[in-house]
């Protein structure tokens, strides 16, 4: 019996040493080669991979939440018919009086809101920048620090023209703030990060590419956008967009989106034109930008042909303002402007963009092609008269000839009183368009400056305050109804607000 037990033993522990020396062997067992392409390839990725992360880590802290508060306010119910002169449009009828005594200013009330976006510290002391539609009419404006901490504006400087503004918080030094890069040395196909807090999901990062330049967005009317594919998202609004050194080039702005979503495009302001805003904000409260007086549109096939321009790559002069730098300087309508400052100009928001950054203390270079040859111009930058930078609303004004006058924003178009020898000539009947926006509505329909507006829908104009009650009626997203008068004869033309 303790021979059968014995023997049993010595079996069981023989299993056992060749159990464990499988499973050694197993465990000991080398997984398949890698072959040297596969594991070069897997290196990159690898690489790749640490550059994201590391872009992140250097651009994170300097990430913030911006929450913004808008107390209730009341609607005011203005007297007169849509506010107009004040007059009582129950006058001779039993309620005169009930008007009378109606109190300015009653209404309902809008509710409050509050909307949240981000933004990006630019500086320890605190100065945060963000796009100006996250902050605007904002009562109150609190920035949440990637630490948690919390602090409330103090003072909050806007640029609606470029969709910019500049926050500055009280009482810090120590702020994590960005490195800013050099936006004109992106490329397309440059890897980039987008960081934000879409949807109130704080410090999300999404990987893209640049995948187009010099963009132009009809909203915003002074900024070639960045295009990117990086994920952009509500909330994503005012945060950065980093290159993979985690250098800012960009301030997230726009998607283009039919759903209101990320759909694969997203449009960010050049850090560039961000810093130079940002930098007038801070020392002046407001952008002062350069002015050189001259109304200007794209340079097409047809017109190139006609002033027999050698090339396509310029942007056509449609009108030179009175005792403006231009007109010192010699430009010509129908002159097609090819650089300026040294440097080429392509379109008209790259035109206007180079003027605006100008200095006002010397002359530029400017090039232009007048009768199929190229000449050298030397022009002035003054700063822009204010009636001029007033109009990127709706609303009266003044035009550079002095003359009484009204934009529309939303057409992209201002037109102006007759002057006196107009006047005569047109039997006192419409007004004139005075200048076109090159990226507007007005432009892409054809309109150009020196027609003459004599209806608007069924309602005749003879004055700038008649246009202007006109327009009030109207609905630009519906479609605006324009009667013209041109060289070849009565025009009727739809104008429809994106």
């Known amino acids: 019996m303790l021979t059968v037990l014995t023997t049993v033993t010595l079996a069981l522990m023989v299993v056992g040493m060749l159990v464990e020396r499988g499973l050694t062997e197993t465990r000991g067992e080398q997984p398949p080669a890698m072959d040297p392409a596969t594991e070069k390839s897997l290196e990159h990725a690898t690489s790749l991979s640490r550059a994201f992360r590391h872009a992140a880590e250097m651009a994170t802290p ?44 009653r209404g309902s009330m809008m509710p409050p809101r509050s909307g949240v976006g981000s933004g990006v510290i630019v500086d320890p002391s605190g100065i945060v920048l963000t796009n100006n539609h996250v902050v605007e009419g904002a009562d109150t404006v609190v920035i949440e620090l990637s630490d948690g901490r919390e602090f409330e504006a103090v003072a909050i400087k806007t640029d609606p023209d470029s969709d910019l503004a500049v926050v500055m918080l009280e009482g810090v030094n120590d702020l994590p703030a960005a490195q800013l890069g050099n936006s004109d040395e992106m490329a397309i196909g440059d890897w980039v990060i987008a960081i934000g807090n879409p949807f109130e999901l704080e410090t999300t990062v999404s990987a893209g590419i640049i995948s187009g330049k010099g963009r132009e967005l009809g909203s915003i009317r002074r900024a070639q956008f960045l295009q990117t594919d990086a994920a952009i998202n509500p909330g994503n ?61 794209p340079l097409t096939n047809e017109v190139a042909e006609k002033l027999n321009s050698p090339t396509l790559k310029g942007v056509l002069v449609t009108q030179v303002l009175p005792d403006s730098p231009a007109a010192e300087a010699g430009v010509e309508e129908l002159d097609v402007v090819v650089s300026f400052a040294g440097k080429p100009v392509d379109s008209p928001r ?55 006058a009204y934009y529309s924003a939303d057409l992209g178009f201002a037109v102006r009183q007759p002057l006196p020898e107009e006047a005569e000539a047109m039997d006192g009947e ?26 608007l829908g069924r309602t005749p104009v003879g004055s700038v305050e008649e246009f202007e009650r006109a327009m009030e009626a109207q609905d630009p997203e519906e479609g605006v109804l324009l009667s013209l008068r041109t060289p070849r004869g009565n025009q009727i033309m739809v104008l429809e607000a994106p």
């Open 62 to 105: 300097s990430v913030v939440v911006v929450r913004s508060e808008t107390k209730a306010r009341r609607v005011g119910v203005e007297r007169g018919p849509r506010g107009r002169g004040g007059e009582n449009p129950f006058e001779g009828t039993p309620f005169e009086d009930f008007f009378e005594q109606m109190p300015e200013g």
């Open 237 to 297: 609004s005012g945060g950065p967009l980093v290159n993979l050194r985690g250098e800012v080039i960009g301030i997230n702005t726009a998607i283009a989106s039919s759903s209101g979503g990320y759909q694969g495009i997203g449009f960010a302001i050049p850090v560039n034109q961000a810093k130079w805003v940002s930098e007038q904000l801070i020392a002046n409260g407001a952008v002062k930008r350069g002015y050189m007086g001259v109304t200007i549109a």
């Open 350 to 404: 790259t035109l206007q963009e180079v003027v605006e950054r100008s200095s006002f203390d010397d002359t530029h270079d400017l090039g232009v092609i007048r009768d199929g040859k190229l000449l050298k111009l030397r022009v002035g930058v003054r700063s822009l008269p204010e009636q001029v930078a007033a109009s990127s609303g709706s609303g009266r004004m003044r035009a550079p000839s002095g003359a009484d």
């Open 430 to 455: 419409g007004v004139v368009i005075d200048r076109v926006d090159p990226d507007g509505v007005a432009a892409s329909a054809g309109l150009m400056p020196g027609l003459v507006v004599y209806k």
